[in-house]
């Protein structure tokens, strides 16, 4: 193992517990599963480029900022938008769909691991449309 690889595998275990230490603390919020897996997105997103990083410096020098950068900004999207309490459902499926479309571009190369954080935000959306519609049921069946 090189040492961007422990560090990118640090990294992701450092947010992935921060996301179940939330699920944990939140369990009674509705959309608490989608923001889970949008943060256990993001530290795979964040552990996969900080593993790749060295390698694909070597083999695409100046490119490196592109390849890594758009997983990474697809990833950040929806958890900005989780934030500001904004657009969290469509931007979560564009960052799913983004992501999954860069890995099948990029291929059998550095692509293919992108494609596991592309499938856990496609999850967080699912998951959002699940609690929008236990709320929205929850609220009629209340009134």
Do not use: E, K, N
Not at 28 to 55: E, K, N, Q
């Amino acid at each position: 193992m090189t040492v961007a690889t422990t560090v990118g595998a640090v990294l992701a275990l450092f947010i992935a517990l921060a996301a179940f230490r939330h699920l944990s603390r939140h369990r009674a919020v509705p959309d608490v599963v989608g923001r889970v897996l949008r943060l256990l997105a993001f530290a795979a997103t964040t552990g996969i480029a900080v593993a790749l990083l060295p390698s694909t410096v070597a083999d695409s020098g100046a490119s490196t900022g592109y390849l890594l950068g758009v997983p990474v900004v697809a990833a950040v999207g929806p958890l900005v938008a989780d934030l500001a309490g904004r657009a969290v459902g469509v931007t979560t499926v564009v960052g799913a769909l983004v992501m999954l479309v860069w890995g099948l571009v990029l291929g059998l190369g550095i692509g293919f691991w992108f494609i596991l954080p592309a499938l856990l935000l496609g999850a967080a959306a699912v998951a959002g449309i699940s609690s929008r519609r236990a709320t929205a049921t929850g609220d009629q069946a209340a009134g």
